[in-house]
Structures are given as structure tokens and as C-alpha cells.
Nanobody, 112 residues
């Protein structure tokens, strides 16, 4: 079955960087788009970035110019490089794959 496992979250100071990874299995990764979402405490889950199977990308306005989504089809992994982090980026970050499948999430905390 489809399985997604995120990693790479942690605590970082404002202005710092983190790289999240999402390892995928159970489907043909190279033929599917992938997405990163986040959910801050008390807020709805929001779309952060998408990447199609053709490597086209799209970003939420709040992260444009700071975050980069990428994929490595040889490793069945999608990444989210997060630079210039802000306290408002604090959230649980999830990757989403086909058939509305979600990973377990990874916590990102940005201190001011």
C-alpha cells in the first residue's frame, strides 16, 4: 500500500534552514505529483508546495523565494528545502501522495 514517511524536522532559530524529506513506497513515484502541507496549532492545514511528475513546481505565497520543493525519482523521495525560516513557519509538515495518502508529519519549530 502507499506509504509516506517524513523526516528532517526540528528546532531552528529564525533565519535558519531545514530540509525535510518524504520517502515514498507502494506506488510508481516517478509518475505522480507530490505535495507538502503544514498545520500550525489552531489553524487549518494549508498547502505549502507542489511538484508534478514533470518537475513543475508551485508554492504558497507565504513561502515563495524561501522554500524549494524537489524530487529524486531514483530514491522515491520528495524534499522541501526551507531557508530564511520565520517563527510563523512553525507547524507540523506533511507530505501528501496519490489516493489522498498522508505521512505522519514532522514537527518544525522556529524560535525568534
Amino acid at each position: 500500500q502507499v506509504q509516506l514517511v517524513e523526516s528532517g524536522g526540528g528546532l531552528v532559530q529564525a533565519g535558519g534552514s531545514l530540509r525535510l524529506s518524504c520517502a515514498a513506497s507502494g506506488f510508481i513515484f516517478s509518475l505522480n505529483g507530490m505535495e507538502w502541507y503544514r498545520q500550525a496549532p489552531g489553524k487549518q492545514r494549508e498547502l505549502v508546495a507542489t511538484i508534478t511528475y514533470r518537475y513543475s513546481t508551485n508554492y504558497a505565497d507565504s513561502v515563495k523565494g524561501r522554500f524549494t520543493i524537489s524530487r529524486d525519482n531514483a530514491k522515491n523521495t520528495v524534499y522541501l528545502q526551507m531557508n530564511s525560516l520565520k517563527p510563523e513557519d512553525t507547524a507540523v509538515y506533511y507530505c501528501k501522495g496519490p489516493s489522498n495518502t498522508w505521512g505522519q508529519g514532522t514537527q518544525v519549530t522556529v524560535s525568534s
